[in-house]
């Protein structure tokens, strides 16, 4: 399986002084740089994961990204709450360098990628009852839906800039027209064939320009690196996936009431994806409590990390 520059960058930071996520500069050992590698759990699904542990750590994060994104963005974060608790990330089927088989072998729904989540936390060993779940955009849904059937999957899941239910009317042009046919297709086709803007620009659409912010150049890198891998790109597991939203946004909806897990709803005020009234409405009709980021786009864990690493400690004293 094809190594990304972003595995190798790991392995090569063994001794590193450098700036914290909290803002203090101190050395980080071996020990605590994310660990990179491979688990299987199924026989077409194998993810690339980074796992961090403390010495004595007092639960477990994992952590969901979204589109178009990779286990990378979660790096830096990782390695600051590594210090005091047992993190997790992977990259879901379709995106990073875990496995992309034809949609007739995995479908890459929300209702799946559940499954897949409920496979990594056996698999891992993972403390459900000391786990927190962050998931953003396009993992959000799939936690959700876990959480219907087990709501002992975690301690909390703080979700956030994701479209639970089916309101179109809510969404941004393009995520609209991929919920369906005949725009799904042509909608497809134009990312991919625009996967570099998407990959430099998605971050920044909504903010203003002395709020638009750089990735780093190695999360970036991977994220490019990793577009198109096995004959699937990121932008088709991202279509496969929207093929099937209405179908487990409505499932999701129909079944709030087996809702029992404690959710937090995290949104960017700034986010032109999905607009705070989605995020809203879910917030008041499952009693979770519900904040607005000011200031902040589609992604608060790249453009304001420091405050990702308060929320999930947060979670965990609450």
């Known amino acids: 399986m094809p190594i990304s520059p972003f595995r190798t960058l790991v392995a090569a930071a063994a001794v590193v002084s450098m700036p914290t996520v909290d803002g203090h500069a101190e050395t980080n050992t071996f020990q605590a740089e994310p660990k990179i590698d491979f688990i299987k759990i199924g026989e ?9 542990r403390a010495d004595d750590p007092k639960g477990t994060v994992l952590f969901l990204h979204g589109f178009p994104e990779t286990l990378a963005v979660w790096k830096e974060i990782s390695r600051t709450l590594s210090k005091e608790y047992e993190v997790h990330a992977f990259d879901w089927p379709g995106y990073g360098q875990s496995s992309r088989p034809s949609p007739d072998k995995f479908s890459y729904s929300p209702k799946d990628y559940a499954e897949v989540l409920k496979v990594y936390i056996e698999k891992a060993h993972i403390d459900r009852s000391t786990l927190i779940i962050y998931a953003s955009d396009i993992g959000a849904l799939p936690a959700l839906l876990l959480a219907l059937d087990e709501p002992a999957v975690a301690k909390k899941i703080i979700v956030g800039d994701f479209a639970p239910f089916n309101r179109p009317q ?3 042009e393009s995520l609209q027209n991929l919920k369906m046919e005949p725009t799904a297709t042509p909608t497809r086709a134009h990312m991919n064939k625009t996967s570099d803007e998407i990959l430099q620009n998605v971050h920044r659409r909504g903010l203003s320009t002395d709020a638009q912010y750089d990735l ?25 996936y929207y093929s099937y939203f209405n179908r487990d946004e409505d499932y999701l909806e129909a079944n709030l009431g087996k809702l029992k897990t404690p959710i937090k709803v995290i949104w960017g005020d700034k986010d032109i994806y999905i607009a705070k009234e989605m995020g809203r409405e879910f917030a008041d009709r499952t009693g979770s409590t519900f904040e607005i980021l000011q200031g902040i786009g589609h992604f608060p864990h790249l453009q304001d990390r420091a405050r990702t690493v308060e929320e999930v400690r947060a979670a965990f004293s609450g």
């Open 216 to 240: 780093p150049s190695d999360v970036q890198e991977d994220m490019k690196h990793s577009w198109t891998r096995d004959g699937l790109t990121t932008a088709d597991a991202f279509a496969f």
């Open 170 to 172: 809510y969404m941004y």
């Open 44 to 52: 077409h699904i194998t993810l690339r994961r980074m796992v961090s």
